[in-house]
Structure formats: structure tokens, C-alpha cells
């Protein structure tokens, strides 16, 4: 069993930073993939980013693109979203999920993943 607990949302002005992070606990920590997903008020739950586990090939929905970063702590079993230049459609509860799995669908469907966070809120004002 793995648990995912996201932390660091919060309210935040137009072309502000934020970083948010998922601690990851559970025994044998390993999965293949980490990803972020976001949800919006009336919207569907929508692809963010994603890493390969531990490191490596790393993935990006284009909205975020050159804007958010993600990245990893290993021995922390932790994965960061670092998001600046964000903008009010920016503003949503964003998720971290994992993968432990293989042969899963595409990281940037919602169904490649096995366990999720509960969600932080990040606002963005105008």
C-alpha cells in the first residue's frame, strides 16, 4: 500500500511562484512513474506532468510547459511540482499520483496510475 500526501498549495498572486511536494510513504517504495494532475472547479481532472522513477524521461501537458518543472528526492521518496509565471487558469486542486505498475496506459492518462493524494488547493489572483 502507498500513500500520497501533497503539500505546499496555496494563494498566490499572477506571475507568482509556487512549489508544491508529495511525500510518498508505503513499504518498498518504487514505482515507475510520478505524476501531477490538476483539477478545476466544473472541470475534468487533467494531466500536468510526470517523471520516470527515480529519474529520468520527464513529461508535460502543453499548458505548463516551459513554466512547471518536475523533479524528484529519492531518498526523501518525494516529488516536487515547481510552477512559476503562474496565471488564474492556473487555479485548482492539484494531485500527485503513482504508478507501481507496469504496462499501464500513457503517464498522462488518469488510468496509469495506481494510488492518489488527497490534493492541495492552489489559487492564482489576478
Known amino acids: 500500500q502507498v500513500q500520497l500526501v501533497e503539500s505546499g498549495g496555496e494563494l498566490v498572486q499572477a506571475g507568482g511562484s509556487l512549489r508544491l511536494s508529495c511525500a510518498a510513504s508505503?513499504?518498498?517504495?518504487?514505482?515507475?512513474?510520478m505524476g501531477w494532475f490538476r483539477q478545476a472547479p466544473g472541470k475534468e481532472r487533467e494531466f500536468v506532468a510526470a517523471?520516470?522513477?527515480?529519474?529520468?524521461?520527464?513529461y508535460y501537458a502543453d499548458s505548463v510547459k516551459g513554466r512547471f518543472t518536475i523533479s524528484t528526492d529519492t531518498g526523501k521518496n518525494t516529488v516536487f511540482l515547481q510552477m512559476s509565471s503562474l496565471t488564474p487558469a492556473d487555479t485548482a486542486v492539484y494531485y500527485c499520483?503513482?504508478?507501481?505498475?507496469?504496462?499501464?496506459?500513457?503517464?498522462?492518462?488518469?488510468?496509469?496510475?495506481?494510488?492518489w493524494g488527497q490534493g492541495t488547493q492552489v489559487t492564482v489572483s489576478s
Open positions: 499520483a503513482a504508478q507501481v505498475r507496469p504496462f499501464r496506459p500513457p503517464v498522462s492518462q488518469r488510468d496509469a496510475y495506481d494510488y
Open positions: 508505503g513499504r518498498a517504495f518504487n514505482p515507475y512513474y
Open positions: 517523471s520516470r522513477w527515480p529519474t529520468g524521461a520527464t
